[in-house]
Structures are given as C-alpha cells and as structure tokens.
C-alpha cells in the first residue's frame, strides 16, 4: 500500500491540473458538447484578440506579476543580507508566521483600508498636513497603473520569501562565510551577498518562480486593489468563465491559455534576468569592492521591510475597527462611537460560513497530511530521498497559472455533469493544499534523527510501531504547523472555490470578495477578520497543544 | 548450539568499491573492539548487522547469532540491542514508558510495572520511572538506555562509540557496569570505538580497520 502512496500523491496533484489544462484547451479551440459547439476552430482566439482592453490586461498581468515580485525579493534578499543574526531580524522573523497565515483577500482589504482616500494614512494627516476635509477624489486604489495591487502582493510575498530564505540560509551555513568575508574587510550587506546570497538563491529559485506565476495571476487580490476598465487578464477570465452566456466561456479558454503562455514568457524572462544579474555578479565579485552603500541599504531595506509587515497589521486593525464603526466622519481617525450593529447582521451567517470553510479545509488537510505522511515513510523506509526531478513536480501545481486550468476543470466537471459542489471543490483545494503541506513537513520529517528507528526496531518495534508510537510524536509540532499552513492555504483559495463550486460553495473568502464591488466597509471588516481568523487560530493551536500536551517532557521544546 | 555473534566475510561497498572487511568469531560473554580512524566505515558495519544499512552501500557476507543467519531478517526481528553514543531515549515517554516499550509483550499490567521498578533498582533508579528522561543526568540516562535495551532481551549487544560523551570517571564506570552485564547475560559485545581506553577495559580481540579504498 505505501508502495504506491507517492503516485497516488501525483495524481491528487497534477491530475486536476492536466485534466484542467486539457478542459482549457478543447473549447479554447471552439470545442463546447455543452453549448452545442463542435471544435476545432480558431474563433475564441478572434474573440480574444477583438476585445479592446487585451493589450491593457496583458500589460497589467505581466508588470504586476514581475515588479511585485523583484520589489519583495529585492527587500527580502537585502533584509536577510544587512540584518541576518540581529535582534532587529529575529524580531521579523518571530513575526512571520502570522503575517504569512493572514489571506490574501483580508491583507488586500486591510491595505485598501489603509491607503483609499478615506483611509487611515489621509485621516492621519488630515487636515493638518492635507487640508481635506472630506475624503479627497483621487483614485488610489484600483489605480489604473496597478500600483496599489503590486502593493498588496508585495506585502503578502515577503512574508512568504523570507520564509523560504531563512528555511534555505540553514543549509547554506552563512555565518561561517560571513566571517570570512568580515575579516577580509567586507561589510557585512556586501560580504553577504558576495558570498552567501548565489547558494541561498539557488534554493529559492522554485518559490520565487511560484511568486511570479502567483502574481501574474492572481484573482482575489486583483478585484479588490486592482484596476477594473481593464481588468488584469486573469479577472477578465473570471468574467468570462461566469458569463451566463456560455459561448464567452470560449473566449474565456482562450485567454486562459494565453495567461498560461504569459507566465511561461514571464518565466523565461525571469530566467534570462537570473544570467544577466549572475553575470554582473560574477565582475562585481572580482572586481573587490567592499560596498560603499551598505549602511543607507540596510536602513532602506528595513524600513521597507517593517512598512510591508505594519500594512498588514495596521490593515487588519482597520478591518476590526470598522467592523464595530458607528458612524465615522472624515477626518476623524477613529469612529464618533462603536456599535455591535454590524456583527449582529453579519455575524451569524459568517459563522455558519467559517463552519463550511473549516469543512472544506479540515478534510483537503487531512487527505493531503495522509498522503504527505505516507510518502515521506516510503521515503524513509526505501531509503531514497526526494529528487530534483520530485521536486519539480511537487511544485509543478504552483507553477501553473491557476487561471489556465480551473477554468478547464470547472468546464470538464460541467460536461461530466459532476459538479456536485462541496467535494470537487475539497479535491480542488487538495491541490494547492498538497505542495504545501509537503513543503512545509518535509525538513522536519527528514532532519529527524533515524538513529531512534534504529534504536526502537532493535528493541522489536516493527516499522509501523516505530512511526505511530516514536516518529509521528516525536514530530507532532512540525506536523500540526503543516497542517495549520493547509488550513490557511484553504481558507485562502478563492479561484478553486468559486468556479469549482460553481456558486454553491461558499467560504469566508468567496463571501469576503463578493463584497468587495459593494463598497460595505463594516460587512467587509466582518468577513475579512474573519477570514483572518479562520487562518490564525489553527497556527496558535499549532503552538499551544504540544506546549500543553508535552508539558512535563522538556526534551520536546529545545 | 553453537552461542555467539559470528560475522562471517562481511564486506562492506560503497558505489562497487570495498569500504571495510571483518571476519570474526565473537563467543557469548566476549566483546570484539573494533577500532579506526573516523570515516572508515566503523558504524557502517553496525548499521550492516542491526539490518538498516543505507542503500547507498551495499553489503556481503553473512551475520549469524547463536546458530541462526539473521543476514535477511528485517530489523526488529534480529534480537541485536544497540547503544549509540547518544542515549536516544524517546523524549516524549516517561522513563518507565521507555523501558516498556522494549519490553516483549504479555503480562498484566502490574506485572510489567514491576518488571521496570526492579530494573530500574538494579541500576541505582528506583522511583525514576514516572520522570522525564530529559531532566537525567549523563549517567541517569546512560544507565536506563542499558536497562531499556537490556530489557528487550536481546541476544546480542553492539556499541556504537557508546561511552564516548561522558566524563572521564561516570565514563568507566557506565563501561564497567555494561561489561558485566553483558559478561552475566553471556552476550556476544561488538564495540566499536576510537578511545584505546575503552579497548583495554573491554579485554578482548581488537580489529584495527584501515581505509580499504585511498582517498
């Protein structure tokens, strides 16, 4: 049986994504059974190229996609160079998983809060600094340019890199370089990345190709900070893909495979960057200089780095503020009174939708722990480890553009008369769920040391014995952290639940969007913390059940 | 019957090529040092015998114990204790719990709770049992890593550089009380270390492996 855990992992993972891409490309082509429509036929692309916002959507999805991601990996990689080992970084890096567990959708709300014209930072510096004294008219959010969504994802992907940084820095042994470089009189920013930054790099290449594919096509974010005439592609394809008129849904294939060839442009580009700035790298290692910019970089880059994390707190205080705002007149930084009003009409159905997100994540979280498990003891018991190849592959559902291909499984459940709701959208959720889990459980698994196995099959435990009563304990902590990043994971799909579920599912995060077109500030601080919630609970569970469970065994907490 | 742990030309490979070559009689009550520089393979060819080799080395040759080849046995099914230089004991189980889990199972409930106080005051650890073994000492938790072991019943007993993180006194002692042990129980003792010390309390045969491929 565990034999053939890892196949069956595969195809809970890529199986949907194949079966989706193949469901993007045969109406793409005109090919439609359920709209009476028989392929193939180039016309959907004649659709597609004759919309009159293309070239602006496509501008939008490719810029926003590659400045968000240079903008966090550029405040990463400098925050890790200049404070790496200091008070001021541990006290980020104690920060970071709550920042990484917040949705995306309540981190966008939370900034929209902060910087819309009527928002925090002009109620701060009205009217002393503005002279406003009603909200200006000024389009900040949903800006044409898309400055305000490159914002929002910036603020979600530094979190999520400088997670993969510091999980990759443990392999890379950079102290020891450091010193090196140190007493060769580098400072301590430039000695870094002349030296320790081309090892770390390597190791975060997979998810900072993640971020790109992620950025470009994003969905939830785009609607709520994103420009709306146009759209970027990828909510363009939503449009399409729910049009009750089911031949856009052809034109909506057609953009999908083009977002799909976009993010592999996109890529390849990126690829290109990589040689060029390794080339320049190269001479500017040999050319020996010691960095003259250290110091402003380093203030620079903190100060970056804290604005991005403070956005997201700050935005999240908004979201609760204004759930329990009364009336709250510009320019007035906090509400003339608070009420109950807004959680007693909204509160209930939340809580009744939070049951469902629970649902749906609980068991997608459960399903990807059982496979995650099972293929890391085939793992250990065969005794050959993951290779590049599985790593690819793990994060090959990562890497295509969800737009490309739920579109295509939502049109292939409709033609199988199988979208049923609830557990296509659990089996969707499984798998974005899935890499994560794996991503996450897999170096604590791994790193735990075999000698114990040894130790228990010599005192007769046989191998099952050895994983339920020695190994699954022992890693209890690392194993309820991975299943409270796929309950976050869950909790934050928005694309899988609305076109798998097909309007009959409906998560906080569905709701939470939904809302954002109506401009309800108060239901949308509801559903928005909320949405948080549903997020931060399992983590801080995640920390207090071993704390509690292992209370009398201190060998487990060092 | 013929008693004792008989290693008959083992030879180890890495990627084809022979890392170390033992062939020896070890008699029940009699310990075989094996000693050599480190990364010659010493723990290889104790991961060979308890039957949890890497797959990146391959192994040849026969390990019998009291009669039997044990060569494809898995490995819970060998009856070969092993002490590493660390003590292991699983931190999330209380002492007692520890020393239960190797026990054979059967007997009641209190039958096996005794079982693991009088084991416990055979070493000087009564009233330890409901402890947490990370608030032992060095020597605490040495002693119950034997007992652990010891009471699994095995037929055979290895060392890892079992004695090699302790302080030079607690150290002859622990070395003392295991020799003994194994010497009472007429168990075949395969150590492997690098302290001659360790050697000459062991008394018997010493191996003195060499790097079989240079470089």
Known sequence: MLRFLPALTLLAMLGPVVAGLWGTALPAFGHLPAAGLAGPSLDPFRSLFGWAGLSAAVRLSVMTGLIATSVSLAIVVFITAGWSGTRSFSVLERMLSPLLSVPHAAAAFGLAFLIAPSGWVARLLSPALTGWDRPPDLLIVQDPLGLAMIAGLVVKEVPFLMLMTIAAMGQAQPRRSLLVAQALGYGRLTGWLKTVFPRVYTQIRLPVYVVIAYSMSIVDVAVILGPSTPPTLSVQIVKWMSDPDLSMRLTGAAAALLQLALVIGALGLWWCGERIVARLGHRWIMSGGRGKFDAPIRAFSLGLGSISAFAILFGLAGLAVWSFAAFWSFPNVLPDSFTLRTWGRHGPDAVATLGETFLVAGIAVLLALALVLGCLEAEHRSGRGLTRRGLWLLYLPLLVPQTAFLPGLQTLLLNLGADVGRLPVIFAHLVFVLPYVFLSLGDPWRSWDTRYATVASALGARPWKVFWQVRLPMLLRPILTAMAVGIAVSVGQYLATLLIGGGRVSTLTTEAVALASGGDRRAIGVYGLMQTLAALVPFTLALIIPTILWRNRRGLHE | ?215
Request: aromatic share 4%; proline share 5%; net charge negative.
């Open chain 2, 1 to 215: 019957m013929n008693k004792g742990l008989i290693l008959r030309n083992l030879c180890i490979l890495r990627a084809g090529i022979p890392l170390i070559e033992v062939d020896h009689a070890i008699a029940a009550g009699e310990v075989l040092t094996v000693m050599g520089p480190s990364g010659v393979g010493k723990s290889t060819l104790l991961a060979y015998i308890t039957g949890t080799l890497a797959p990146t080395f391959t192994g040849m040759g026969q390990v019998l114990l009291d009669g039997v080849d044990i060569t494809t046995k898995p490995p819970h099914a060998r009856r070969i204790g092993i002490l590493f230089q660390d003590d292991l004991l699983f931190p999330h189980m209380s002492v007692g719990a520890n020393l239960a889990f190797g026990m054979p199972p059967g007997g009641g409930k209190a039958a096996r709770r005794a079982q693991v106080e009088d084991a416990l005051g055979d070493v000087g650890l009564t009233g330890f049992a409901d402890r947490d073994p990370a608030t032992l000492s060095g020597g605490q938790k040495a002693r119950v890593a034997l007992v652990r072991m010891l009471l699994s019943n095995p037929c055979a007993l290895l060392l890892d550089e079992a004695f090699s993180r302790l302080d030079a006194d607690l150290r002859a002692q622990v070395r003392d009380l295991v020799f003994q042990t194994a010497k009472e129980r007429a168990l075949p003792v395969l150590m492997v270390t690098h302290d001659i010390e360790d050697a000459q309390a062991a008394g018997g045969a010493v191996i003195e492996l060499e790097s079989l491929s240079k470089g």
